[in-house]
């Protein structure tokens, strides 16, 4: 079993960033990918970045790449999300997630955490 803690969510203007962190426990964590993605209301969980915790493989949704950055701390257990450039359309529940191959889609998730929300205003 692996569980999953998330922080740092909150309310930043546009072109502002925010720092997302997960804190992931349990015997088996270190087998997985951890990812992140997010939810509006009304639309599908949306994947936004995943990473192994070798930090060697990272992974990005196209509507994040060049603004979000993915990272992990191994000695913390940890996995950190930081957002840059933010706008209106990244607003939303971002869940932390592990799963076996850092998979693009929600479906193939095997763990989430609460969800944090960020809300970005124009």
């Known amino acids: 079993q692996v569980e999953l803690v998330e922080s740092g969510g909150g309310l930043v203007q546009a072109g502002g960033s925010l720092r997302l962190s997960c804190a992931a426990s349990?015997?088996?964590?270190?087998?997985?990918?951890m990812g992140w993605f997010r939810q509006t209301p009304g639309k599908e969980r949306e994947f936004v970045a995943a990473?192994?915790?070798?930090?060697?493989?990272?992974y990005y949704g196209q509507s994040v790449k060049g603004r979000f950055t993915i990272s992990s701390d191994n000695a913390k257990n940890t996995v950190s999300l930081q957002m840059d450039s933010l706008k209106p359309e990244d607003t939303g529940v971002y869940y932390c997630?592990?799963?076996?191959?850092?998979?693009?889609?929600?479906?193939?998730?095997?763990?989430w955490g609460q969800g944090t929300q960020v809300t970005v205003s124009s």
């Open positions: 990473v192994n915790w070798s930090g060697s493989t990272k």
């Open positions: 349990g015997r088996t964590v270190r087998n997985y990918f």
């Open positions: 997630t592990a799963d076996d191959r850092g998979s693009y889609f929600y479906t193939e998730i095997d763990f």
